[in-house]
């Protein structure tokens, strides 16, 4: 296949680019990184598409071409210049998903990403252990201490412990 | 061993994926243990909060800035760093010469990387306020056309790691564009969040303080903060020059970065005389409908250094009964 044939490149982006998308909107800790990560992914996933064996498994294995990347991108040594772009803009779409996307970047980033590959792209356990590198029962763990430190995020009172300066 | 079992299988559990002997199980012990049916019921009201997270609402059409990629995926992305050999010769030309051409002397004898290294080591003060401007702006898939949503910044910082930062919109804006007044404290480990939207509809909830202290402030700059640490490795690009503004000589530093579909430029202003920050300017462009546009905006130019700062300043406040 030419990697620019435009059926096919269609054909993929119409079928892979929405998940790719969604799930770096999840991820990304500021709403205006998403679509820049989810290029990245989606390039990323584009060139190394012949190595995808079982079509069946698409999604999976394109989820762990995400993580891969962003993994990677993490620690390119632009990114600490770009990190530190602008000020961070928390403009929520609406309350509560900001509310909840704090309390969620506040996990580590084995509980968050775990939370975010099973609660919110639906995988299983089993398929979430492929996309992360990591032990079934792990991810479960992860999950569970995730969404166990959650609720205490969410329910807490939203003052650090010790209150007023 | 069984409570620990459980909570394993709680998520699935709770979103109905858990089946068979190990569902019926599960179920049996949650009714007879009260801390694991306390522990579910924590996953199922977290499970619960998440859902608000999956309107991601559109998804953007990307495929001509992908093809574009992809078209040109051996380019490499970045800006080269830009040299200009002949930059001090063009300032020395420049109004008024003659002041110039003895400042420039002055930063020519030192290599571009010891200047900076040396003008960033200066600017670390113990308290300073900076204010400004920062404008987002609002770019329209449908005919181009680009708003701008201009917004007041304040920024202060106390040295070792107090922060604080006050951001107003200009003009009234539509709820779901954001608050009114964004208000971050940073004290030591602890940060708090406080977005106004107006009336009663406000935001409390806390943030991580570290990653706030090296992200959100471009003050950044008076800490070992990550912009100082990646300017210091790049110093080859980095652009020293000197300008004249309002009658003061300045060192300018730029930096550009490009990563993906967006682009950065930083300007930063010091006093030659006084090794101070004195102007602090990003541009922050994107890449949309093919050409690139303004996506955010921050300049600071008021900064007042080493004075003392109110300790209410940085008080993180009690918040409001929910």
Redesign the interface.
Known sequence: MHPLDPAEFDRIYSEYWPCVYRFCTYLSRNRDDAQDMAQEVFVAAFRHLSELRDPQAARTWLLRVAVRTLKRQTVAPTEALEEDDMPHDPWPAEEDRLFVRQALNTLSEEQRQAIIVVKLEGLSCREASRVLDAAEGLIRWRVFQGLKKLHGLLAAPEVPEGGAV | MICQWV??????LE?G?LEGWKARSARRHLTRCAGCAA?YE??R???R??E??????E??D??E???A???S?SASP?LPARRRPGHWLTALFTVPGAILAVMALLVVTQSPASALQRTLNALRRRTVHASGS?V?YQWSPRDGSVTPYPRT?D?WFEAPSRFR?R?VSVQVRRL????RV?D?FV?GD????R?D?GGT?V??????ARR?Q?????L?LFRD???T???S??ESEARLSIVRRQSRLLRRIS?D?V????R?HWDLYVDLFQDRLVGYE?M?T?LAGGRWVK??E?SLQAFDYDRPLP?EL??????PR?
């Open positions: 909570r394993l299988y709680m998520s699935e979103d994926r522990d924590k996953v009201i977290a499970s909060r998440l608000a997270l999956r309107e991601v609402g998804v953007p990307a495929r800035e992908l093809r990629r992809l078209a995926a970045r920062l987002h910044a920024y930062s951001i779901d564009e954001g608050p964004e971050v004290d602890r940060g708090l969040l977005a939207f509809d935001l409390v909830t806390r943030v991580d706030m090296e992200r959100l402030s471009p950044s903060g990550p912009l640490r990646a300017a490795g790049r930096l970065n990563r993906g579909t967006k950065t990003v922050q994107r996506d955010r921050l300790a940085f008080a993180i406040p009690d918040p929910r």
